[in-house]
């Protein structure tokens, strides 16, 4: 679709020729690549009296971690978070990124981010202190302004318990693997990895993690179980009882309307797991949670981080506090994090988040402080309006998907060098669907937004009948979107569910008209 240009990407990151002078009287922060930890709090106090004094982000409190690159790649396994529990996935996961990265086939990320109160970053001990300063703007006060202020974020995740909640989850796995056994254990999570994707609401907001009330509700769940167990409760009336009896038998379609959490409706109503497996597909549900806004604000979140690092530092150049050296190692790294590969060029993988992103907040102030006409004419409400307002409202109250939908402007489709490209199944060739005009720029911007909504790269898949009075079959309906078929992974990511469920699982396939077109099941 697009044969994307470096262009920007360079002529953004060099330093205007002549417009900066260090004061004589301001001396450096440091000089040469060394670092200690005295100078990266020396750093994060001139960091953040530039991003919150002067600019006004609003962040969490800072937790500075310092670890070595093994600590770097378990982090990477881990899907990032500092304490989680074990499997086995992680280690291989490990041990791959580990021997690419000795070979030197694949690098390490400078920083890794929490999304936490206070927000933690992890800092690589082998960064230079140049590198250090970056990733403090970047990590400590980019991502974490974003994490604090987009509304995915702040409807979605909860900052103050997420630590608290993965200790929690950690500790009951562990508790489960020496109570049952870890194959145990392990068949349970292997099977909730496999439909995480599935285990999110995109419409209804969920309630706030609480470690407190985790336990308080597990206790009960034992309670519960105990009393199943215990003949003596049995012997108690139980009023409406046989009525209760009779209108359940009438309950044969179930439920209403479909869910498309799968994980949650799993773990509500399978009739083969124990409170245990429950409890276990609970807390893979809650990180599939926690990570759902980072899906849908990549290009964003990185872009937000990267243009207030590319700002900050430039910035305490202004003043002095660094040094030509600095700035020279500083745009450097910053020139090879936003550089977008054209389509035809060796290593190309698609648009650069980085990239992207940078280039539109960088492109979103320039229309505010200098606009053309053909700003003024696509871009009426904020051409020359205050870029610190417009940049804020636009990191809080957009996705990617309709940041790039709203703001992606006919410049910045030049200078990527976009294009519509259309490949119709009922033709033989390419077409050239949409070029650099009024109408083309508007069709380019809509394909582009909708390469970043997330309906249209995870599988349509709802439950959509539990016969729970009868066989206790799970039948799911999966619609196609855009006539495309389910990948060979389907079979196996079935049988996934099949275990959890414990009964026959059938997946039915419909068009958009909703006439079936294909079905599987699996009984055993």
Known sequence: MSKPSGARADRSATPRSGARVQPPSVQPLSAGGEWSFELIDTYDRAIREIAVGEFGLDCYPNQIEIIASEQMLDAYASLGLPIGYAHWSFGKEFIRNEHLYRKGHQGLAYEIVINSNPCIAYLMEENTMPMQALVIAHACYGHNSFFKGNYLFRQWTDADAIIDYMVFAKKYVMQCEERYGEQAVEEVLDSCHAL??????????????????????????????????????????????????RARRSERIYPAEPQENLLYFVEKHSPRLEPWQSEIVRIVRKMAQYFYPQGQTKVMNEGWATFWHYTILNRLFD???????????FISAHTNVVSQRGYDQRGYGGINPYALGFAMFSDLKRICVAPTAEDRSWFPDIAGSDWRSVLDFAMRNYKDESFIGQYLSPRLMREFRLFAVADR??????????IHNDDGYRRVRRLMAAQYNRDNQIPDIQVLRYDRRGDRSLTLRHRRHRGRPLDDDAEQVLRHLHRLWGFAVRLVTVDENDKEVASREIKS
């Open 196 to 245: 995480m994707q599935h285990g999110v609401d995109r419409y209804h907001h969920p309630a706030p993690l609480s470690v407190e009330d985790e336990r308080k509700r597990q206790i009960e769940r034992e309670r519960h179980a105990w009393r199943q167990y215990d003949d003596i409760w049995r012997t108690l009336p139980k009023a409406g009882r046989d009525a209760e009896r």
């Open 319 to 329: 003043k002095g506090l660094v040094d030509t050296g600095f700035m020279l190692e």
């Open 425 to 434: 199944q009922s033709e033989d060739a390419y077409l050239v669907d949409a």
